[in-house]
T-cell receptor, first 112, second 110 residues
Framework: DGGITQSPKYLFRKEGQNVTLSCEQN?????MYWYRQDPGQGLRLIYY???????QKGDIAEGYSVSREKKESFPLTVTSAQKNPTAFYLC???????????FGEGSRLTVL | AQRVTQPEKLLSVFKGAPVELKCNYS??????LFWYVQYSRQRLQLLLR??SRESIKGFTADLNKGETSFHLKKPFAQEEDSAMYYC????????????FGTGTRLLVSP
């Protein structure tokens, strides 16, 4: 079954802890993305990667880090430097730079 | 800078009524515009793109470069159209990230 798999779906974290969200795709897409979805603010781009071993900051990269060591994987680490990490995080992939993104089901992070 | 504006957070209509979800954009070059939809408990997915000039689930959207708009329209709303709708924009040149609007929740009542 092809698609984007995000894990975990729900995650709780104490302040000061780093947490890593997993994103795996088996669509053979080159490009992958991380968006943050907040009520009333839509989707904001955190990081994106056009190809393996390369990634660029999006509009709200501060307090986040990523890696792209494998084509199918694009994990996102929410660090303790992120001031307001409680949010819904969406991972997506696309064939090259097309505008057709395929999204995962999302991960909801709550900081206690 | 790329910007997408969706002025309505919520649009509530009755079944059978016409629907228009507004989207305005700012972009210095030639944009490519999209509408994405997120139904309850489903993934965000592409609904349509302006270059396809197609009707999906009865929805159409025309790019108006003069008014910098890409409004989504449907002549007769159905209850199953209730969802969150996002307008998105990217440029044509090279690899371009997709920029989303803030979204409009469409509620179609019986």
């Amino acid at each position: 079954d092809g698609g984007i798999t995000q894990s975990p779906k729900y995650l709780f974290r104490k302040e000061g802890q780093n947490v890593t969200l997993s994103c795996e795709q088996n669509l053979n897409h080159d490009a992958m993305y991380w968006y943050r979805q907040d009520p009333g603010q839509g989707l904001r781009l955190i990081y994106y990667s056009q190809i393996v071993n390369d990634f660029q900051k999006g509009d709200i990269a501060e307090g986040y880090s990523v890696s792209r060591e494998k084509k199918e994987s694009f994990p996102l680490t929410v660090t303790s430097a992120q001031k307001n990490p409680t949010a819904f995080y969406l991972c997506a992939s696309s064939r090259g730079g097309t505008g057709e993104l395929f999204f995962g089901e999302g991960s909801r992070l709550t900081v206690l | 800078a790329q910007r997408v504006t969706q002025p309505e957070k919520l649009l509530s209509v009755f079944k059978g009524a016409p629907v228009e979800l507004k989207c305005n954009y700012s972009y210095s070059g030639s944009p490519e515009l999209f509408w994405y939809v997120q139904y309850s408990r489903q993934r965000l997915q592409l609904l349509l793109r302006h270059i396809s000039r197609e009707s999906i689930k009865g929805f159409t959207a025309d790019l108006n470069k003069g008014e910098t708009s890409f409004h989504l329209k449907k002549p007769f709303a159905q209850e199953e159209d209730s969802a969150m709708y996002y307008c998105a924009l990217r440029g044509y040149t090279g690899f371009q990230k997709l920029v989303f609007g803030t979204g409009t929740r469409l509620l179609v009542s019986p």
